[in-house]
């Protein structure tokens, strides 16, 4: 479980420090998708990470993201080069569902099984 943990705050900060780098420090190949997509999928990756590593912490969890998501887009526009959109929060939020909605079907088809 410590690994899982490791993995999903160092991919919490790879996320945080992406999200606040100028764009020309970004690798164009990997940027290049549609913004939205990025944020949901960064979130999403985050959301079932998290689940994962702290599956008594669902609520806490599904909380944190979503005050991550909100902290980077008013962080991204005090810095500047990166500009603050309420489009990519509700895109994080979207993710963050995704995430959820998955991990509980996975969690339904283990106890069904047992």
């Known amino acids: ?3 899982i943990q490791t993995a999903f705050w160092l991919v919490c900060a ?3 420090v992406a999200s606040l780098s100028p764009t020309e420090y970004l690798l164009p190949g990997v ?3 549609w913004d939205k997509a990025q944020h949901a999928i960064a979130f999403a990756g985050l959301c079932f990470c998290g689940l994962w ?3 008594n912490r669902v609520l806490a969890m599904l909380v944190g993201l979503l005050l991550l998501g909100a902290v980077i887009e008013v962080a991204q526009a005090a810095t500047g080069w990166r500009v603050g959109d ?3 929060w509700v895109a994080d939020a979207v993710g963050v569902g ?3 909605g998955f991990f509980r ?3 339904l088809t283990r106890s ?3």
Do not use: K, N
């Open 112 to 114: 069904r099984a047992v």
């Open 105 to 107: 079907a996975c969690a």
């Open 98 to 100: 995704l995430a959820y």
């Open 31 to 33: 940027f290049d998708w």
């Open 53 to 55: 590593a702290y599956p």
């Open 14 to 16: 790879a996320v945080t």
């Open 1 to 3: 479980m410590r690994v």
């Open 86 to 88: 309420v489009a990519d």
